[in-house]
């Protein structure tokens, strides 16, 4: 690992229209537009940055050690990629982590320039922290990235089409000509998108999914998006994995004080889908109903069991992928 001070840190604070950049924490940011023309400036900015030499000339483009931005519902990604694709470092972190350390530094105000600096620090940090390489953002291939925006674009129409669903029960007579042409194409276009994920599942993930075609509970949509929007699958251990998703119980523990375990963080997406598989699950797959009823056995409350049984068959579909054995009913691996 180089010396930090010899390295870059940039924190990047994303809105829906802009970007502002800090590539220390004190120093000037750099305000752009969040879309491929600012991300290019972005990128300029980061390469024209050069280290001076003991006679204070120019000398070699300084290492960036780290970039980090929050995840900002989805519009901090452009620019995450395009850093990534450049072949930058770069960490995409909870918003709530980065206030709790915003405000551990004693940073109470808030405005986007802050918000940058406070993410350089945060950068810096996070560079030395052994975990470094593990929040190092992966780049999914182009593959998953298609399938994985083709899942987010029907889980958008699916929201459109509630969404007119729930309008037409209040509608009057004269509106609903109008909700029901909405509807009609709101649902065309999802049976589109459904033999479209259909066709990219079974043209470039049909090895993958062969070894969870027997799995109860695992429908295509949960096929789609953990093929999709979780990349890790397979190569992370069961407690990585868990975490990665979000459904991990945490500690709760100060001094003599025993809190409740409790999960949070994570990809929501795939915790959406893990839970809708877990619903069925719990009521078809014999491995998972066994378990589920082994925790209501024991007075566990049933939404407790429940999360308990997204973990656990995540963790199983995580060994599954690892091992290449396919799902047995009556086999479940070590390592789940």
């Given at each position: 690992?180089?010396?930090?001070?010899?390295?870059?840190?940039?924190?990047?604070?994303?809105?829906?229209?802009?970007?502002?950049?800090?590539?220390?924490?004190?120093?000037?940011?750099?305000?752009?537009?969040?879309?491929?023309?600012?991300?290019?400036?972005?990128?300029?900015?980061?390469?024209?940055?050069?280290?001076?030499?003991?006679?204070?000339?120019?000398?070699?483009?300084?290492?960036?050690?780290?970039?980090?931005?929050?995840?900002?519902?989805?519009?901090?990604?452009?620019?995450?990629?395009?850093?990534?694709?450049?072949?930058?470092?770069?960490?995409?972190?909870?918003?709530?982590?980065?206030?709790?350390?915003?405000?551990?530094?004693?940073?109470?105000?808030?405005?986007?320039?802050?918000?940058?600096?406070?993410?350089?620090?945060?950068?810096?940090?996070?560079?030395?922290?052994?975990?470094?390489?593990?929040?190092?953002?992966?780049?999914?291939?182009?593959?998953?990235?298609?399938?994985?925006?083709?899942?987010?674009?029907?889980?958008?129409?699916?929201?459109?089409?509630?969404?007119?669903?729930?309008?037409?029960?209040?509608?009057?007579?004269?509106?609903?000509?109008?909700?029901?042409?909405?509807?009609?194409?709101?649902?065309?276009?999802?049976?589109?998108?459904?033999?479209?994920?259909?066709?990219?599942?079974?043209?470039?993930?049909?090895?993958?999914?062969?070894?969870?075609?027997?799995?109860?509970?695992?429908?295509?949509?949960?096929?789609?998006?953990?093929?999709?929007?979780?990349?890790?699958?397979?190569?992370?251990?069961?407690?990585?994995?868990?975490?990665?998703?979000?459904?991990?119980?945490?500690?709760?523990?100060?001094?003599?004080?025993?809190?409740?375990?409790?999960?949070?963080?994570?990809?929501?997406?795939?915790?959406?889908?893990?839970?809708?598989?877990?619903?069925?699950?719990?009521?078809?797959?014999?491995?998972?109903?066994?378990?589920?009823?082994?925790?209501?056995?024991?007075?566990?409350?049933?939404?407790?069991?429940?999360?308990?049984?997204?973990?656990?068959?995540?963790?199983?579909?995580?060994?599954?992928?690892?091992?290449?054995?396919?799902?047995?009913?009556?086999f479940v691996p070590n390592s789940a």
């Open positions: 690992m180089m010396n930090a001070s010899e390295l870059i840190f940039a924190g990047i604070d994303v809105s829906k229209g802009s970007l502002e950049m800090a590539l220390d924490d004190k120093g000037k940011t750099l305000y752009v537009s969040n879309d491929e023309t600012g991300i290019a400036a972005l990128l300029m900015a980061i390469k024209g940055t050069r280290k001076k030499s003991i006679d204070g000339s120019d000398n070699a483009q300084r290492t960036v050690g780290a970039i980090v931005l929050e995840a900002t519902g989805g519009f901090e990604r452009q620019a995450a990629v395009a850093l990534c694709l450049a072949g930058l470092p770069v960490m995409v972190v909870n918003p709530r982590q980065a206030h709790d350390f915003a405000k551990a530094m004693g940073f109470l105000a808030k405005t986007d320039v802050i918000d940058a600096r406070v993410l350089s620090h945060f950068a810096r940090t996070l560079y030395q922290s052994e975990k470094r390489e593990q929040l190092l953002m992966l780049l999914p291939d182009p593959k998953q990235m298609a399938l994985h925006a083709l899942t987010a674009r029907r889980r958008q129409l699916i929201e459109m089409r509630v969404a007119e669903d729930n309008r037409w029960l209040m509608s009057q007579k004269i509106q609903r000509k109008s909700i029901d042409a909405v509807r009609k194409v709101l649902n065309k276009e999802i049976g589109n998108i459904d033999k479209e994920v259909e066709a990219q599942l079974k043209e470039h993930f049909a090895d993958k999914l062969k070894l969870i075609e027997k799995c109860k509970g695992v429908g295509a949509g949960t096929q789609a998006s953990l093929m999709g929007a979780l990349p890790e699958l397979g190569a992370l251990s069961p407690e990585q994995i868990a975490k990665l998703v979000g459904v991990a119980p945490l500690n709760c523990d100060s001094g003599k004080h025993r809190g409740r375990r409790v999960t949070w963080g994570g990809r929501a997406d795939v915790r959406c889908v893990l839970y809708m598989a877990a619903l069925s699950a719990v009521r078809y797959n014999p491995v998972i109903k066994v378990f589920y009823e082994r925790l209501l056995a024991k007075g566990k409350p049933k939404k407790v069991a429940l999360v308990a049984c997204m973990h656990k068959l995540l963790t199983i579909l995580n060994a599954i992928m690892k091992s290449g054995k396919p799902w047995d009913d009556h």
